[in-house]
């Protein structure tokens, strides 16, 4: 079982940047791919940016490619999104989920656990 905890959303401008975290409890939390999605109000939850377990491999939605980053620190438990360059669009619930198998998904199915989501609002 794996818990995660959404951190550091809020209210932004255009144009500026902001870090997501997320804190995962659980001592296998190194095995575990870990991805970003987000969910616009009226809209499906969509894909946003995914890592490996090991890290090597990242995936990104074409929407937020050059603009963000994910990272992780199998240290700490975290997962973070750095989101540079925010738009208007990029507003939404942000939610963080950890996928058991250690591979990098799209679908929001493969993955097995789900934070609560933090809410990011970029005003134009």
């Known amino acids: 079982q794996v818990q995660l905890v959404e951190s550091g959303g809020g209210l932004v401008q255009a144009g500026a940047s902001l870090r997501l975290s997320c804190a995962a409890s659980g001592r296998t939390f190194s095995m575990y791919a870990m991805g970003w999605f987000r969910q616009a109000p009226g809209k499906e939850r969509e894909f946003v940016a995914a890592i490996s377990w090991s890290g090597g491999r990242t995936l990104y939605a074409d929407s937020v490619k050059g603009r963000f980053t994910i990272s992780r620190d199998d240290a700490k438990n975290t997962v973070d999104l750095q989101m540079n360059s925010l738009k208007s669009e990029d507003t939404a619930v942000y939610y963080c989920?950890?996928?058991?198998?250690?591979?990098?998904?799209?679908?929001?199915?493969?993955?097995?656990?789900w934070g609560q989501g933090t809410q990011v609002t970029v005003s134009s």
């Open positions: 989920a950890a996928e058991r198998s250690g591979l990098v998904h799209r679908n929001r199915a493969a993955y097995d656990y």
